[in-house]
């Protein structure tokens, strides 16, 4: 099970804001610097799954309002229903002709 750790996250935040980061791969042998950079690209590629899954959370929210389901449920089925609408709930796949 994943822990939430706001400590770590700031502690993070702070060293790269302080220029520490920088400053140690400055003066880091190569395979340290490659740890560095390694580091770094998983941090961004966290950072960018951290983004999906927050849109994801909050349209799945969103679309279950809509659709007049509580909180939390069937958020997967809406998602579903929403992509493929059958065609009796007014649902449309061609662009309209000029």
């Not at 770590?8 to 702070?14: G, T």
């Not at 690209?41 to 309002?65: H, P, S, V, Y």
């Amino acid at each position: 099970m994943a822990i939430l750790n706001k400590r770590y996250i700031e502690e993070l935040e702070e060293y790269l804001n302080s220029g520490n980061l920088e400053e140690d791969f400055k003066w880091s042998v190569e395979e340290r610097r490659g740890e560095i950079l390694e580091f770094l690209e998983k941090l961004m590629d966290l950072g960018e799954l951290a983004d999906a899954t927050a849109t994801r959370i909050i349209f799945k929210g969103q679309l279950g309002a809509l659709v007049g389901m509580p909180a939390g449920e069937g958020s997967k089925g809406a998602v579903e229903q929403s992509e493929n609408p059958a065609p009796e709930q007014g649902a449309c796949m061609e662009l309209p002709q000029k």
